[in-house]
């Protein structure tokens, strides 16, 4: 029967298996530490003191330059919330002297840092990017886990927006992002989009677009760099490009322009802040919309009804949402009774793509829908000869006139097609008979609506037209 | 003649550090076996183990430092867990930027955490691997029952703590897990609901709501997923681990094939003991007879070695191991951290840990019996264990012998063409929804692909069970084909699952958002 050697150390591979595994968390530990000290900050703060030496002139500036200590810096504001430990690296931030110096050493450009010191407002309030990280990469954050990465230069206007009143900055170092606010308020952003309550509902609203992360955005077809700005860039050059479904039309913008308003919309957000950062011309701004001014029409045009009416005297076909967009000025709706169109522009056209814009609807106050209507009906001709049947007529008969004359262009029983729904409740409250009738009788000029009822009454008949009024009334 | 006080108390002063060695140590550094015996009796955490212990207790190839692993896991877990309480605050303002002070500007911050993190990832698949040594060389039978089952309670604690802490860092990725870990808890919802009677009781409901303290996951989730994680359930495992530890005692250390005490068995190899020399000034007399045939009563020479120094030395070069293994990985791998939670963005696919997401492909198939219904089956399949098979002679030997290692082999074919052919099936074809939109859901909750699975695995075991004429067979069948099933479930949903719980080969082809 075999006895082990009681002399044999049983424990021999376990002692070898300890060794080597110490030596292993040793050598780690080491690493650690070696990582801990010696950090990417320290690396430049010690080249800032020599730069500070090599720039200091006098016996007491470099004393100064000598007792520069190497420690973490932050910028803390609790009020915007922000810890920045930018600071540790661009540490000659507002120094002057360090103008001409390379990254991270340079001041700031511009005279930026006078009115809003760092001390006061931090760094990432304006630039963005994890002001929490201490190495560059992390700093920026584009390609990390955080929702806000380092706005490009190009940009970084976006977050004067903030605090300011964006058209005010206009020649006052803003002017990429006065460029983006006007360009909204002109190119008729607000028939579709919402902002501050006042727009249409085809579009989402913007007030927080400035705050959107990644994350919220489609990038099935983003081609470059997967950041919120790129996205915007890209759906300005060609929205359908980016979301196929969009019902956006292609804005047209130079590059210049796409910049303006990327900018312009990196800089919504319905955050607040304390009120001791709220410049002045942001105050006068609020005032401006709580305490409005006289309506400006032709304004207001622009901005609610250009981009789809364009200039409202041609009804037209429309390729993106792939429908008929009607006539809104010119003098066939001079046979319009008297508050048809205040009625369809306040309310808005069920079954087409047409919102209400009343107060609570698109954000309108009574006085501009009243100056808007004003301007449309501007130019108008003066009616000269109304007509409505006096008796009912005969619906089934009016259908079979409706399918000859009609359904060609507004769809089967008034559903619309490549002229508008009649078959919509706000429609048949605010049309009396005599404008349906009229404006059958007369066509609308400018439009593809032709006059049925040529002079010498030939086309329909007075009674055609009475039947095909009943049935046009028993739409619904 | 007594020294003046002053004289004393400087002398003493002067021998206080030797008097403090023998006060610790007696009579220093122990020298023979005596003094180590002695040593370890007077020794809290040396005493927790047996003085002597088998000499086939210290074998790789049997324990394969499985334990021993998960147990310096749980001490790193407790010590880089009280580093990392000392910055972190519990608050969902305050939660995710402390972790980023921990990873950026705490010295040595970064990799506590990441240290941590594998730590638990470590901890949670020795625990599982351990229990698949103890099951496959029949450890769970008598005298170890009840050892099995605190072993299994264990498990589940080591889930649950690894659980809580997901949410912590209150970033995307914990809050969605914690969302979706929030949604099985309220899975017995999809009964009531079939039923119609979630108005009355809502079973689910209230599980959900007990767990986060509110209806969705906020402050009170993260302040109760915090008291979870840090005291109670540290806790609870820290008893009943002392708990386990000591039963290893009770049941007369952990399970070996009884022919290596057996003198005439060819496995009979006994060592020779050290020579016994009795303490100066003592005697020695038999305090008390301990039942059962361990610790080798009647076998002599014994075929034990002293656990001071050997067992010793095994476990610290385990435990120096596990500690190098979770430095390197957490030198060179950082623990995620994604965006600040964000209850408007939704993480798609939101998935839970990985140890829950063969729960989570079950919960694809049926919300109840993926969270509960098939989760309480195995436990207590588990738990009965001891108690169906009770008693061989094949404890302590690997698979039972050839005939468990073919079985095993089997059932890992068997296993893994069930499952991969039935994933396969409902990847592909779809489930009773997609062929009749109308079917009630209470024969889905029964027929799914889960329970599917569960009935195949079950009529596999009795197969077994009857076709080998051994209770012992059929539980390894059982085991393995349930432990395919969990490793191929967990992949599939790992790698496989993307957007919306859609199939997908890899994570390239996912659509980006």
Redesign the interface.
Known sequence: ????N?DQD??R???W??LV??L??LA??V???KS?VFTEWRAHQKEYRKLLLAKAEDEASRESAKSFDVR?QQAVVPELKA?D?CISCHTGIDDPRMADEKQPYRTHSGTLLEDHPVGKFGCTVCHRG?G???TNE?AKAVHA???YPMLPDNLTQASCGLCHDPKSLKGRGGNVLARGAELFETRGCRSCHKLGGRGGALGIALDNEGRK?I??????D?KGE?TVWNWLVEHFRDPQAIVPTSLMRNPTLTEPEIEALTTYMLSLTTQTFPNEYIASDKVEQKYAEIYPQKPDAEKLYAQFCYSCHESGTYGRWDKVSKRFIPAIRGSGLAVSPAGFLEKQVRLGREGTQMPGWHQQAGGLRDAEITALVAYLRAGNQPVTEMWAPKSAGDISRGQGLYAQNCQGCHGAAGKGGIAPVLASPSFQQAASDAFIVTTVRNGRPDTAMPAFQRPGKTGLSDKDLTDLLAYVRSMK | MQKPALAQFVENLKSTPGELRRALLKNGLPKSERERSHMSFHNFFLHMQSVKVHKHSLRWSYTLGLGIIATASFIILLVTGILLMVYYKPSTDLAYSSIKDINYVVFGGRITRNVHRWAAHIMVIAVLLHMARVFFTGSYRRPHEVNWLIGLGLLVVTLALSFTGYILPWDQLGYWAATIGANIAQSPREITDALGITHIIDIGGLQKELLLGASFVDEDALLRFYMLHCIFLPLLLTVLMGVHFWRIRKDGGISRPESLDRPGSPDYKPVRPGVFQPGPGKTYGLMAVVKGTRPTVGSAPENTVMALPHLLYAEAAVFMLTTAIVLVLGFYLNAPLKELANPVVPENPAKAPWYFLGLQELVSYSAFMGGIGIPTIVVISLALLPFLDRKGSDTGIWFGGAAGRKVFWQSIAFGTAVTVGLLIFTITQGWLRNWFPNVHQLVIVVFNPGTVLVVLYAWWSIFNLKRHNSIRMGAIAMFTVFLVGFILLTYVAAIHRGPNWEFYWSHSQWPPH
Do not use: C, F
Request: glycine share 4%; net charge negative.
């Open positions: 029967m075999p006895i082990d009681p049983i424990s591979g376990m002692k298996l300890m595994s110490s292993v968390v780690l530990l690493g650690v530490i801990n973490m810890t430990r994890q929490l990280a201490v992390e886990y955080w929702d992360v994350h919220q955005l489609v990038l099935t983003l997967h």
